[in-house]
T-cell receptor
Framework: AAGVIQSPRHLIKEKRETATLKCYPI?????VYWYQQGPGQDPQFLIS???????DKGSIPDRFSAQQFSDYHSELNMSSLELGDSALYFC????????????FGEGSWLTVV | GENVEQHPSTLSVQEGDSAVIKCTYS??????FPWYKQELGKRPQLIID?????GEKKDQRIAVTLNKTAKHFSLHITETQPEDSAVYFC?????????????FGSGTRLSIRP
């Protein structure tokens, strides 16, 4: 079965640079979530979208922005990167038409040097 | 907002014994409680979930119980095996509401001793 696809899987950026992560949800899923997981930490909710509209916002820094496009894929844009942004970024998706179970992608490793 | 507390943070059990992980949540509107297993550097994988209209659910060696009055829920793993070693996260969500993000607990690192 198709899963949540994230790209790139690994990314190395320098401080103050910009990075963009992409997420392709499971087909027919209408909700996308972004989570950030630092080493040894639990996943922290950043932001979510339902039917291309932002539906909830968590601990997302002002330097980050995200959107969901007409094909339901989502992008997380991160600017003025800091060393502390180094983390594993997960995208997840679900659908409210079903059990609303949330499925995670493999994650994108961001390293800021 | 929702806050989920999880304990213990680490747990070591002998292979074949049972493991129990406990969580509490703060938002009485939460009605969906998934449990995720995460291996190092990999994605959280759903292992079992329970909704608020059910008190207990079992899937082979894994069971989850929910006490809505006390806002407690627990994961029980019986006959533990080496492949059960991982970090386990409980989570809570308002399920079918307009913004059903899940909030994770802080995780339990489970180690199975051979």
């Amino acid at each position: 079965a198709a899963g949540v696809i994230q790209s790139p899987r690994h990314l190395i950026k320098e401080k103050r640079e910009t990075a963009t992560l992409k997420c392709y949800p499971i087909p027919r899923h209408d909700t996308v979530y972004w989570y950030q997981q630092g080493p040894g930490q639990d996943p922290q909710f950043l932001i979510s979208f339902y039917e291309k509209m932002q539906s909830d916002k968590g601990s997302i820094p002002d330097r980050f922005s995200a959107q969901q496009f007409s094909d339901y894929h989502s992008e997380l844009n991160m600017s003025s990167l800091e060393l502390g942004d180094s983390a594993l970024y997960f995208c997840a998706s679900s659908t409210r038409r079903g059990a609303n179970t949330i499925y995670f992608g493999e994650g994108s490793w961001l390293t800021v040097v | 907002g929702e806050n989920v507390e999880q304990h213990p943070s680490t747990l070591s059990v002998q292979e074949g014994d049972s493991a129990v992980i406990k969580c509490t949540y703060s938002d009485s509107a939460s009605n969906y409680f998934p449990w995720y297993k995460q291996e190092l550097g990999k994605r959280p994988q759903l292992i079992i979930d329970i909704r608020s209209n059910v008190g207990e659910k079992k899937d082979q060696r894994i069971a989850v119980t929910l006490n809505k009055t006390a806002k407690h829920f627990s994961l029980h793993i019986t006959e533990t095996q080496p492949e059960d070693s991982a970090v386990y996260f409980c989570a809570a969500s308002t399920g079918y509401s307009s913004a059903s993000k899940i909030i994770f607990g802080s995780g339990t690192r489970l180690s199975i001793r051979p």
